[in-house]
């Protein structure tokens, strides 16, 4: 069956700009998370979704970003007035149970 | 606070041995582990994990060791083939389906 699919692949922005990434998780996958990896670093927890419960938002690094997920389907992650160091691969994984399954991530640059 | 550690940034071994990639733990709280994959410009692949109630899960050319007394667990491959070349992720998470913390990875290479 399809895998989680994230959009864009790519993005290049500029500073101060708002940037959107979105993320299509496994069908009938209740729970959703989204990490980054930035350069030289590990993955980094950001938040997570489990059905109707209210996020995990413990992981965002700054109130410039928030993610929604609508339908209990798709989430998109904005990030307001980017920064450089906002720089990083972001992933969104999906579960329907103990295991994660990761996307292809989206490769964000900001200039 | 790294919570988890893999403390061998690379690890280089001949085709047809054994892989063995550590990692270490420091929250006696996580009870769930996992192993991914991933390749250049991949998002991670995941390939085993194991529950906190067991010591040992095998899954072909992979085994996967817990020893909780000394928060460590491993991760074996047998035989290494040069496809296995990619960086390995431990990860861990407190109840299944929580937020996974990971460690920096282990670039494994593969050499025919």
């Known amino acids: 069956g399809a895998g989680v699919s994230q959009s864009p692949s790519n993005k290049v922005t500029e500073k101060g700009k708002d940037v959107e990434l979105r993320c299509d998780p496994i069908?009938?996958?209740?729970?959703l998370y989204w990490y980054r990896q930035s350069l030289g670093q590990g993955l980094e927890f950001l938040i997570y979704?489990?059905?109707?419960?209210?996020?995990?938002k413990s992981g965002l690094p700054s109130d410039r970003f928030s993610a929604e997920r609508t339908g209990g389907s798709v989430s998109t992650l904005t990030i307001q007035r980017t920064q450089q160091e906002d720089s990083a691969v972001y992933l969104c994984a999906s579960s329907s149970r103990e295991t994660q399954y990761f996307g292809p991530g989206t490769r964000l640059l900001v200039l | 606070d790294q919570q988890v550690k893999q403390n061998s940034p690379s690890l280089s071994v001949q085709e047809g041995r054994i892989s063995i990639l550590n990692c270490d733990y420091t929250n006696s709280m996580f009870d769930y582990f996992l192993w991914y994959k991933k390749y250049p410009a991949e998002g991670p692949t995941f390939l085993i994990s194991i529950s906190s109630i067991k010591d040992k899960n095998e899954d072909g050319r992979f085994t996967v060791f817990l020893n909780k007394s000394a928060k460590h667990l491993s991760l074996h491959i047998v035989p290494s083939q040069p496809g296995d070349s990619a960086v390995y992720f431990c990860a861990a998470c407190e109840g299944y389906g929580n937020k996974l913390v990971f460690g920096a990875g282990t670039i494994l290479r593969v050499k025919s």
């Open positions: 069908s009938g996958h209740t729970a």
């Open positions: 979704f489990q059905g109707n419960s209210a996020p995990d």
